[in-house]
């Protein structure tokens, strides 16, 4: 078994061939949730599926399970899985790499006629990008109990189009069971959507966990004023508050660690006149760190340096959390399967954190549960120019089909 390889031809013609379905003129791909085009995903998955004797099921919320039977068809399953549904302007291969190579791992063992203990899964998220349906990795977080199915039914599209709806027109049967089946361990596979495995000349990604994120708004609120006649101390202008945070904040992360992020993605003035000191200051700071206690440190940081601005300026807002991910740290028994299969094949390798969220945060609350990085040029994801290398996708195939080997024999 320790020469058996993915076939990498088979599973880039797959990935070409399901990137016909939903293709935009500039070469990314549009297959948003349970949209006709993700159903026609789903369908050519299904018969690549059967092609290759495996059972498919589907739960209540659109979640597909592939499986290839074990020796022992009663244990725990060891599986892998990804999303096939991107975003309006989506790439080739976020999220459908991870499938397409779990697919492909069941090929090879068809191939070379090979049998594992434990059955052998390939899991398809429902609605991972949360675009369409605004709520990100929903059918994981439905299948490890973090999300009731109702709030996820509920959900609606722009046009006022509901999950429910759409499932039962897709003939998924809302009253299918839900409940999680057990499963041993559990891998996915995926682009890096950032730049470092490619700046770093390295073919894998060992992934140790995701980063702890949060986004915070922050709301001061001033005096308007005409911008000529109102002398400078007698101002009540919010925007000295930005003025104070920025760079403070950008030296508070600067002292945390090249793996601190902050974000200052949205800063909004009202009235937002040119001649008018505003009335009211609203912006946002996204703020990430894998370590525990520096990600605190920087909440902190943010917080203290907004209300001492606040008093300094004698003005009044505050600073909130609306949204917050607690970071992951993967199974160490999984994270040692894709780092003795990364080092067996012979792969330069990297151990990192997942600066974005995957549905393998959800898996990893309730299955033993690690990551495989390969690299995307450029780093560039969610974008129609979302491109990899053939030679670094079956690496990362044959990494994750190794890494599953030793779980389902083991
Ligand atoms: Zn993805």
């Known amino acids: 078994m320790k020469t058996l390889r993915v076939n990498g031809d088979r599973l880039w013609s797959r990935l070409m061939q399901m990137a016909e379905i939903g293709a935009t003129a500039r070469g990314g791909c549009n297959r948003q949730a349970l949209t006709?085009?993700?159903?026609?995903?789903?369908?050519?998955?299904?018969?690549?599926?059967?092609?290759a004797g495996c059972r498919t099921r589907v739960d209540a919320v659109g979640n597909i399970f592939i499986r290839r039977a074990g020796t022992d068809d009663t244990l725990p399953a060891v599986m892998t899985g990804s999303h096939l549904d991107t975003q309006p302007t989506g790439g080739k291969f976020d999220g459908v790499y991870g499938v397409l190579a779990g697919l492909e791992v069941i090929e090879s063992l068809n191939d070379h006629r090979l049998t594992t203990v434990h059955p052998i899964e390939v899991s398809v998220w429902c609605n991972e990008e949360g675009s369409r349906f605004p709520m990100a990795m929903m059918g994981s977080a439905v299948w490890c109990g973090r999300l009731p199915l109702e709030t996820a039914y509920a959900l609606t599209d722009r046009a006022g189009v509901s999950v429910r709806q759409e499932l039962t027109r897709a003939g998924i049967a809302t009253d299918a069971a839900l409940s999680r089946h057990a499963v041993k361990a559990s891998f996915e596979v995926h682009i890096?959507?950032?730049?470092?495995?490619?700046?770093?000349?390295?073919?894998?990604?060992?992934?140790?966990?995701?980063q702890h994120m949060s986004r915070h708004e922050v709301m001061v609120e001033g005096q308007e004023a005409h911008a000529g006649p109102t002398p400078m101390?007698?101002?009540?202008?919010?925007?000295?508050?930005?003025?104070?945070?920025?760079?403070?904040?950008?030296?508070?992360?600067?002292?945390?660690?090249?793996?601190?992020?902050i974000t200052f993605g949205f800063i909004e003035t009202l009235p937002g006149s040119p001649n008018t000191v505003p009335g009211r200051l609203r912006f946002t700071v996204d703020i990430r760190h894998p370590d525990t206690q520096q990600y605190q440190a920087l909440r902190e940081d943010l917080n203290g340096l907004v209300r001492a601005a606040l008093k300094r300026h004698t003005l009044e807002g505050q600073s909130r959390c609306v949204w917050e991910a607690p970071g992951v740290s993967f199974d160490p028994d999984c994270v040692a399967a894709v780092r003795s299969a990364t080092a067996a094949l012979g792969f330069n390798s990297l151990e990192m954190v997942s600066g974005a969220g995957h549905d393998s945060c959800n898996v990893s609350a309730v299955v033993p549960t690690a990551m495989v990085f390969v690299p995307c040029a450029g780093g560039l994801s969610h974008n129609e120019a979302e491109s990899a290398l053939p030679s670094d996708l079956a690496a990362g195939a044959n990494v994750l089909l190794h890494a599953m080997l030793s779980m389902a024999n083991g």
């Open 192 to 210: 890096e959507q950032g730049p470092v495995l490619e700046q770093k000349s390295k073919t894998i990604g060992v992934v140790t966990g995701v």
């Open 233 to 261: 101390d007698m101002r009540r202008d919010p925007i000295r508050v930005l003025a104070d945070v920025l760079p403070a904040l950008y030296a508070a992360a600067a002292q945390r660690g090249r793996d601190a992020r």
């Open 36 to 51: 006709d085009e993700d159903l026609a995903g789903r369908r050519l998955l299904s018969r690549w599926a059967e092609g």
